[in-house]
């Protein structure tokens, strides 16, 4: 076991998979000489040079495009957003060309490529750079989309969505970057669509992505000190695929659910989610599904504004201590 | 290469030989192109000529749904094009993709039955006039947002690159197209990474229902554009599949040696309006008859004949290719519709649908 900070998995996780496969190359502004924005991809150039790792002018259109292009004869592309926000740039490419080339064309293309993107909010970058957007993939038929919380995750969850043959959007969650943990030797392949059960409790289910993980936990544990309740906290990892029988398992175990996002309010995964426990555990439910989400507004920059938005540890616990009794 | 004359010296040397056909026909041996070529490039104009009228007349059939924009005036850039490439060069090209994926030997059927929504077409009725696709034939698909496959040739050129493999991606769009911004992304990228990809501009004087010299601050839309990427300046007759050919040849040939992408604007028309719904009104008296006169169909023909090219050998082919279009109208029109079963194909690489367990 190594202690590695998430950004420093991103690395290795990229490295792991171009020391094993010639096909793999890497794309995107500022990963090479720079090592990153972020310096989530330090090193790479050095290890796998300038034909491998490709340092792009700020042109999203055109990085997406040549790794769809590239993906559909033969490579296996690594492209970097640099902010999820930009998504907004080259969401063409994404939601119309490769996420649907596969079924449009009968079969005839595959699609095995992953873009990888700085997601979220926390960093007071204001709100066009801290936007939680993976539930904009999560609505187009034909991505998959991860979004891990631990280094070990990042370092397995990428594996993972390199070696997948269908295109994977990975979103890192840019304030989890500094954290550390103990990620295992050696090779780690992690499997896409699998959720995690961090924590065990009877009262109350928490479902909860990214950077909402760390803080779940933390409101579990207040729950469990303070208030006497006992919370399961599930760590999605992957929205799609989803893993509803984990969701759907924990949920009729405790009886009640709380789903934990950065999205703002409409349409964020939480909706999904709740719809089917409502739909399916409805007659295990003792109680309403909570959902706890940022406002349906834009992020705003100060910390005063950024803190008291985003879902926090202490928001969670009073939500869930108010709710269930 | 140097910029190209327009239209009229070639099409005033082809007037020029017609009064002394036995003189040219004897140079036939030393032409650069030669029969055999000639005649292949001939057959592509009429395939493509017979089944986008056939495509036509099966709409006012009604047994072609949803929309449809025809190639019909622009047979001589695909034809030219697609016979100068290798068998495993790749096609990317827009929603009016029918003469592209025809041109690199995708069959009449698979056409015809995809734009009816019959089992027999080229994605089994998934993807419709609009995306038709022949991975085997190098038909890399057909993309409907306009722009969109400017930096997918571009990846696929990369491919190619990183690989070694001599491909050459070749990108067919509108004169519209040069207005997106992925248009400059592609191209400026393409440069700097000096990626064997040529960028084809058919340039048929209107974005959709607008003129594009309305709309566009340079006079011509692609080729004054060159000279941003650190390209030349490359403005063809696009009618004159002979000097398609030739320009094509030219572009693979230096994009294999690794010299990098190239941008060609080919001068066109087409007959009909944008698509199924434009009748074209907007176009001034007058300018479609003067672009009849310059169909590329009857232009090669007379071509075909100047190089003393025996008349029942041009006629022939005219006719197997008609024959050729019956057949696959009535294949077409035979084949089942698709089975609902696809519905739920083919999203992921598994063959599957599913987004939980």
Redesign the interface.
Known sequence: MAELTYREAVAEGIAQEMRRDEDV?FLGEDIGAAGGVFKATVGLLKEFGP?RV?D??I?????????????????K?IAEIMFSDFLAVCW??VA??IAK??????????M?LVIRTANGGGSRFGAQHSQSVENWAMMV??LKVVAPSTPADVKGLLAAAIRD??PVMFFEQKSLYPIKGEVPDGELVDEL?TAKVLRDGDDVTICALAAMVPRAIQAAEILSSEHGIEATVVDLRSL??????TILRETAKTGRLVTVEENPRLCGWGAEVAS?VADENFWDLDGPVIRITTPHIPLPAADELEDATMPSADRIVREVSEKID | MASKPKAAKGEGRAKASRKKTSAKAKSLANDDIGEETRLKLWRSLLEIRHVEQRAYDLFLQNLIKGTSHLALGHEAVAAGFATAMEKDDWTFCTYRGHHHTLARGASMEGVLGELMGRECGLLQGKGGSMHLTSVEHGAMGSYAIIGAHLPIAMGAAWTSQYKSTGQVSVCFFGDGTTNIGAFHEALNMAAVWKLPVVFVCENNLYMEYTPIGDVTAVENPAGDRAGSYGLPKIVIDGNDADEVYRTAQEAYAKARAGDGPSLIECLTYRHSGHSRADPGDYRPPGELEAWLKKDPVPRYRDRLADFGIDKKVIDGIDEKVMQQVEEATEISKASPTPSLELIEKDVWADGGVAWRN
Do not use: F
């Open positions: 190359v034909v490709r792009t002018p042109s999203e259109q055109a990085i997406l495009g040549a790794a769809m292009g590239s993906a559909m004869t033969g490579l592309p063409d490419i119309n060309e080339a596969r079924y449009m064309t009968g079969g005839q293309m595959s095995p038929p034909g043959p269908d669509g799609v695929p989803l893993d509803t029988k089917i």
